[in-house]
């Protein structure tokens, strides 16, 4: 059940990987951030997306090449950041002398894993066969996956979703409300189609529309007389 808790494996990544410098460093300051010691770069450029997938927990999938290129360190399979928060708690303070320290983890997605293996398939000159291929995305998924219970027992699967949903709210957060906004465009759109469709029966059901036809007769004593 280890395997499934995300919090404890964060909590034991951090703790067994204390002393250990992190991958890199984000400073945020109230009107740029930077990474390392690199430029300042504005929280609406073209990089947001970056923090996005840090404040999401996961590996950004379009750094994945960079990433092996500058040697940046991985932690089993994850990147452990340091972020450290300038902005000071009401927006006209001035910034913080001592920033917030703490420590975040990343996991990989599919896509990062995806990544990897082009990364590894152009290291090797394009020469990687679908069979070495395949073995490899083999032993990541054995190494990655969540243990596989064979047991079909209702009771343990609630308990494994119920602490994957607790240790993963922050995702469940994130899905609920794609999931959401995706819920209420359909709405959205199924009542304009329904509104649409009502206007066009009371456009044909309509007494100049029918004046003249056969349906005039059987459907005129519906219609008020003025």
């Known amino acids: 059940m280890e395997s499934y808790n995300r919090t404890r494996f964060v909590e034991t990544l ?4 204390s002393t250990s410098s992190p991958s890199f460093t984000i400073h945020l300051h109230p009107d740029a951030w930077t990474l390392n010691s690199g430029s300042r770069c504005r929280y609406d450029n073209q990089y947001v997306g970056f923090l996005d997938d840090i404040r999401a927990h996961r590996i950004p999938a379009d750094f994945v090449e960079i990433f092996h290129e500058t040697g940046v360190k991985f932690f089993e399979g994850c990147l452990i950041v340091d972020l450290l ?16 320290h703490s420590r975040e983890v990343l996991h990989p997605t599919p896509e990062t ?8 398939n152009a290291s090797t000159g394009g ?17 990655t996956s969540s243990p596989l ?4 027992n209702p009771h343990l699967s609630r308990m494994a979703n119920s602490v994957w949903r607790v240790t993963n709210t922050q995702m469940d957060a994130s899905v ?3 999931k959401r ?7 959205a759109e199924k009542i304009e189609a329904d509104k649409a469709r009502k206007e066009k029966i009371l456009g044909f059901l309509a007494p100049e529309n029918l004046r003249g036809t056969s349906r005039w007769v059987s459907l005129s004593m519906f219609w008020p007389k003025y």
């Not at 894993?113 to 590894?120: H, K, R, T």
């Not at 219970?149 to 079909?152: A, G, K």
């Not at 906004?181 to 709405?187: L, M, T």
């Open 176 to 178: 609920s409300l794609r």
């Open 113 to 120: 894993l995806w990544a990897d293996l082009c990364v590894i």
């Open 149 to 152: 219970c064979l047991d079909p």
């Open 181 to 187: 906004k995706a819920d209420e465009a359909i709405d």
């Open 14 to 17: 951090l703790s067994r990987y």
């Open 127 to 143: 020469k990687l066969t679908d069979a070495q291929a395949l073995e490899i995305e083999a032993k990541i998924l054995l190494n």
């Open 85 to 100: 928060d300038y902005r000071p708690p009401k927006p006209n303070d001035p910034p913080l002398d001592t920033p917030k």
